[in-house]
């Protein structure tokens, strides 16, 4: 029905930058609110930030002042640029969107996640 699917994971070093893609296709007629969450080992997932389909935006204290969420709803596409990485950072970055779309004719309401793309930062 709808998939998301995410790029830019990367090893990087300590203070480093990189920058997280997420596109979502499929049956979609609109989306609402698109984010990223992460889970590092053995640890459980968290929300890393959000943005609605207006563009406002919601992050993790952790994050504040370092990432940046943004989203182009013409191409169904959300990003995070991630600054000044530290070790803690390292997870797996989860794309995540509230979307209604079309299935054999019916209009739902899903939330949809993506499969995933590893961050690792070094020290």
């Known amino acids: 029905q709808v998939q998301l699917v995410e790029s830019g994971g990367g090893l990087v070093q300590a203070g480093g930058s990189l920058r997280l893609s997420c596109a979502a296709s499929g049956s979609i007629v609109s989306i609402n609110d698109m984010g990223w969450y992460r889970q590092a080992p053995g640890k459980q997932r968290e929300l890393v930030a959000t943005v609605t389909s207006g563009g406002s935006t919601n992050y993790a204290d952790s994050v504040k002042g370092r990432f940046t969420i943004s989203r182009d709803n013409a191409k169904h596409t959300v990003y995070l640029q991630m600054n000044s990485l530290k070790p803690e950072d390292t997870a797996v970055y989860y794309c995540?969107?509230?979307?209604?779309?079309?299935?054999?004719?019916?209009?739902?309401?899903?939330?949809?996640w993506g499969q995933g793309t590893l961050v690792t930062v070094s020290s």
């Open positions: 995540n969107a509230h979307c209604y779309a079309r299935y054999q004719g019916v209009l739902r309401y899903l939330e949809v």
